[in-house]
Structure formats: C-alpha cells, structure tokens
C-alpha cells in the first residue's frame, strides 16, 4: 500500500512542473506593418543584404516597371524601366532603425535612391508572429512611440486592369494628380459566379498598377480612374485604396511627398 504514493508522487510532481512551465507565457508581437519598397532593380541587392543584417524573417521580390514623369524620376527614381517592389513585414518600433541601416547603405545622399512607405495590418494568421523577437526598447521617433490614434497621411491607390490599357489609365491618373507609379503584371484567376455576377469576360493577362499619393489627392484619383477605366470599360478596372500611415524617400531624411 505504500508503493503506491511512491510511484505516483513523481509523476504528479512533473506534472506541477509542466503546467508552471506553459504558464510562463513568452511575450508576443501583437502589432505588424506591411513595409513597401518601389526601387530601381539594382536597388534590392542592398536592401536585402540590411534585411539580413537586422533579422527581418519575411519579405518578398516582385519585378515590375516605373511609370513615373520626368519632373520625379531624378528626385525618386521611380521611373525606371525595371522596378523592384519589395514588401516585408516588421514591426513599426524597428521600422527607423531599419530605414537608417538601408540609407546608410545605398547612400543617403544619392539621388534617384526610390520610396518606401508602410500600411497597418489589422489581422494575420497567428504562426507568423512567432517569427518575429518583440521589440525591447531603444531609440524610436515620436510616431512609433504615439499612443495616439494613427493618422493616414497617404493612400496606395491599388488597381487591377486588363494588359494594354496602363498607359491610358496613368494618363487619367495623372490629370486627376497623380505622380506615377508602378506596374506588376499579373493573371487573373475568379470564381465563375463572380464573373457572371458581374456580366463580363475577363483577360488572364492583368496588370496591377500601385500609386501612392497623398491622403486630400486620394479622392480625385479614385474618382477618375474608376469612371474611366472601371468594370465596365475595356480595362475592365478592379480599383480601391489603403491606408498609408507613412511615406518615405530613401534618398533623404524628410518626409515624403506626393
């Protein structure tokens, strides 16, 4: 009889152990942005090598080309022919360190260096914040320390279009105030339903155009390239717009803007 307590009470002590140990519960990445960056081609190789110098654990290459007028491609550099879009995830507290490491890189001085700008993410699937070490501290600017209500001072206008038809979409956006943008080709792939609903026949081949511009020009744009070149036009326009907590030139320390 009291072989018994003996055997169990090991057990039982592990078992104390265990439940102690899931109750230390690691502290959590509870807020992420998506960080985009319109560059020339040549651009990403420095860029992604001060990725890996910080430990950023996700982000992704798309190749597209510049649609931008001449009276920005000097200042910007996003007129070129082949455009890097670069997106990644971080966390907006190591967002400046970044951005420094990235000047520091390709030259803070150097004109013609590209854009960067960042969009909230309300949701995402909980696995990938464990990739991501929560920020301890450090010297951030006074906007990631804000614990106010966030303020959108610019807009991606994002617009999907049949191929052939960017030219006459960019010439719209730019009367409606525009500055350029960039395009990412694309196919398209839709439930039937959607299409019938709809009552239109789609191209595979689609072009996705990205234009960032500021928050009071948002409005004018959509206006114009949805009457222009929406669902019911040749372009056949799937168009809307995100929020932009945060534009940056890569070529200066100021604020850019469109």
């Known amino acids: 009889m009291k072989i018994l307590p003996k055997l169990v009470s090991p057990w039982q002590g ?5 439940s102690s140990a899931v109750q230390k519960k690691k502290p959590q990445v509870t807020t992420l942005n998506l960080l985009i960056f319109l560059v020339d081609w040549p651009m990403f190789n420095p860029i992604f090598s001060v990725f890996e110098e910080e430990k950023v654990p996700l982000y992704y290459i798309h190749k597209g080309r510049g649609t931008a007028t001449s009276d920005v491609i000097d200042l910007l550099g996003i007129g070129s022919s082949e455009k890097a879009v670069i997106l990644c995830l971080e966390q907006p507290e190591r967002i400046p360190d970044l951005m420094k490491g990235i000047r520091k890189k390709i030259g803070a001085n150097r004109p013609g260096a590209g854009i960067a700008f960042t969009i909230p993410l309300s949701a995402i699937n909980s696995p990938i914040l464990q990739a991501f070490i929560p920020f301890d501290g450090g010297k951030t600017d006074s906007k990631t320390n804000d614990k106010g209500p966030v303020t959108f001072s610019h807009a991606l206008v994002y617009s999907v279009i049949n191929r052939g038809y960017s030219d ?13 943008g960039t395009i990412l080709h694309a196919r398209y792939q839709a439930n039937q339903g959607t299409v019938k609903f709809f ?24 206006k114009a390239v949805s009457k222009a070149h929406g ?9 809307f717009s995100l929020p932009v907590d945060r534009a940056m030139s890569l070529s200066f320390v100021q604020e850019f803007n469109a």
Do not use: C, N, P, Y
Request: hydrophobic share 40%; no cysteine; net charge positive.
């Open 168 to 180: 006459e979409f960019m010439e719209t956006a730019r009367k409606a105030g525009a500055s350029g």
């Open 199 to 222: 009552g239109i026949s789609v191209q595979e081949e689609r072009e996705i155009i990205l234009m960032l511009t500021s928050k009071d020009k948002k409005k004018a744009i959509l």
């Open 231 to 239: 669902l019911r036009s040749k372009a056949q326009g799937l168009i």
């Open 14 to 18: 592990k078992q104390v152990k265990q």
